[in-house]
């Protein structure tokens, strides 16, 4: 079966630090992969995707940037986080046509 | 492009009360259509889906039908628990666009004893 891991699960971060945070898929090959941010009480706000390793599409331009350096590897990163980056964070994979699965979340806190 | 549109909450009911949250949507083509769970700190898990017209998805106790005439495909369960107090997403996946999905806002669905 197919399981989603993301790791930190918490995590506080001055402003102006770098962040890096890592999303893996176990059990399918080749995944379409995404990074969201859900905001306090807010919905779902899509920020990259990926088709494929290397592959990266961004929707929102912002001070985040995503990495995908193998197949079922997901990173999103930035290089100096604002206290806007604060929320919570999700990965999620599908496939083609199906419906996504996503894993537990990150949540980051800027102070 | 892609919207979903969700009753806005919070929503309160007492246990055993009728749910329904509206969704509506706006999308070219024939969408899926997906009902999504949050349940407090965790990541979102699929409740249920239809993938064309007229299709019911039912999960748990929970049904929508996919009703193309209205761009609706309304949450619904009899006899909610206090078990289900949660957030409930809309989503929508569009027959393109690389299986990226346009998700509502969220209602939050509180059940009281």
């Known amino acids: 079966s197919q399981t989603i891991h993301q790791w930190p699960a918490t995590l506080v971060q001055p402003v102006g630090s770098p962040l890096s945070l890592e999303c893996t898929v176990e059990g399918t090959s080749n995944p379409n992969l995404y990074w969201y941010r859900q905001a306090a009480g807010r919905g779902l706000q899509l920020l990259f995707y990926s088709v494929g390793i290397g592959q990266i599409s961004s929707e929102v331009p912002q001070n985040l940037s995503a990495s995908r350096p193998q197949d079922r590897q997901f990173i999103l990163s930035s290089k100096k986080l604002l206290l806007s980056d604060s929320g919570f964070y999700l990965c999620a994979w599908s496939q083609t046509g199906d419906e996504q699965y996503f894993g537990p979340g990150t949540r980051l806190t800027v102070t | 492009g892609n919207s979903v549109t969700q009753m806005e909450g919070p929503v309160t009911l007492s246990e055993e009360a009728f749910l329904t949250i509206n969704c509506t949507y706006t999308?070219?083509?024939?969408?899926?259509l997906f009902w999504y769970v949050q349940y407090p700190g965790e990541g979102l898990q699929l409740l249920l889906k239809?993938?064309?017209?007229?299709d019911k998805g039912s999960n748990k106790g929970f049904e929508a039908t996919y009703r193309k005439e209205t761009t609706s495909f309304h949450l619904e369960k009899g006899s909610v628990q206090v078990s289900d107090s949660a957030v409930y997403f809309c989503?929508?996946?569009?027959?393109?666009?690389?299986?990226?999905?346009?998700f509502g806002d969220g209602t939050t669905l509180t059940v009281k004893p």
């Open positions: 999308a070219t083509g024939y969408p899926s």
């Open positions: 239809a993938t064309k017209a007229d």
């Open positions: 989503a929508l996946r569009g027959d393109t666009n690389a299986g990226k999905s346009t």
